[in-house]
């Protein structure tokens, strides 16, 4: 009896790009990323070629390369003519290598792992997330002022979190504060990942320190508060000088006082002398200084206080009415 031989189906083609990727003999994180670019993003052969040329050939080449920067290169190399190594980038693929560098920045900042598959999932959020990146620099915080310490520390905060570092981090990572021990932390933002990440150490810090020493001095000049770090050289040093004596525990016992004392004895009398929104601006102010301190009212009690130093106002609503 003859047994015919049934042909067995060919194997499926290989991609292209695994292809393409085995010649190169891509292994890793060069893999990882010419698989991203060709099939995922379309990149052709040509284009990764050229973005190998030029050094950036795994994922950790894309690490801290900066938005501006990208757009510069390929802007560059895409107006060079091919005889001068150039290579067509039209404005979507700068977009998406932009994108991709925002993400993987961010993922190693916070010490996380480059999971792929999180970008895969929001690919084109991602374009818009490094688009608005660059957010504009807040104003520079007044002199220090003893009585306005609270305010002026929390303006310092808010003016190093919109300045850049060196580091690629917001620049206040330099004087940030421990967070509690049961802090987990999938749960931070971007943002406070970054800076409670960053080394407090090394070259970077050392410039990035140097920074914010400059800008105490400057804010601290001709004030009680430069005596206290005049022979610092550390930004961080100096903030936390600071910071023990203007907060410690004689200050802060007698920061509450005041806010007690504050609550006390405020009322709402008349907009002519004291108005309304200053009222319940002062309010606010020993509310948290109270917070701050470790000894926060309950909402309830706050509104209490709020329609009972106010009853003058209500009154006098009531009787024009």
């Not at 140097?210 to 508060?225: N, P």
Request: with cysteine; charged share 30%; net charge neutral.
């Amino acid at each position: 009896m003859n047994v015919q031989s049934q042909q067995q189906p060919a194997p499926p083609a290989l991609p292209q790009w695994v292809t393409d990727a085995d010649t190169l003999n891509l292994q890793g994180e060069h893999r990882l990323l010419y698989e991203l670019l060709r099939d995922f993003h379309s990149f052709n052969r040509e284009q990764c070629a050229k973005l190998r040329a030029e050094g950036y050939s795994s994922l950790s080449d894309l690490v801290n390369w900066k938005y501006k920067d990208i757009r510069s290169l390929l802007d560059n190399l895409s107006n060079r003519p091919s005889t001068r190594g150039g290579q067509q980038f039209g404005d979507r693929r700068i977009k998406e290598l932009q994108a991709l560098s925002w993400f993987l920045t961010g993922r190693y900042r916070r010490g996380l792992s480059f999971d792929l598959s999180l970008y895969r999932e929001e690919a084109s959020e991602y374009i818009t997330f490094a688009e608005i990146a660059n957010d504009e620099t807040a104003d520079k915080p007044d002199k220090y002022k003893y009585s306005s310490w609270n305010k002026w520390e929390e303006s310092v905060y808010i003016y190093l979190d919109s300045i850049v570092s060196k580091s690629g981090t917001p620049l206040s990572y330099v004087i940030r504060k421990d967070l509690p021990q049961d802090t987990e932390w999938n749960e931070l933002d971007r943002k406070t990942q970054k800076i409670q990440n960053t080394p407090l150490e090394g070259f970077m810090f050392t410039i990035d320190s140097e920074r914010v020493l400059t800008l105490l001095k400057e804010l601290c000049l001709e004030t009680e508060a430069e005596t206290w770090f005049r022979n610092i050289k550390c930004g961080r040093a100096a903030m936390k000088v600071l910071q023990l004596h203007y907060d410690g525990p004689d200050e802060s016992k007698r920061r509450k006082e005041e806010a007690r004392s504050k609550l006390k004895n405020i009322y709402y009398k008349h907009e002519g002398t004291f108005t309304f929104e200053k009222f319940v601006t002062n309010l606010y102010d020993a509310f948290q200084i109270l917070e701050k301190y470790g000894e926060p009212l309950y909402e309830e009690e706050k509104l209490r206080l709020l329609f009972n130093k106010a009853k003058i106002r209500t009154q006098n609503l009531s009787k024009k009415s």
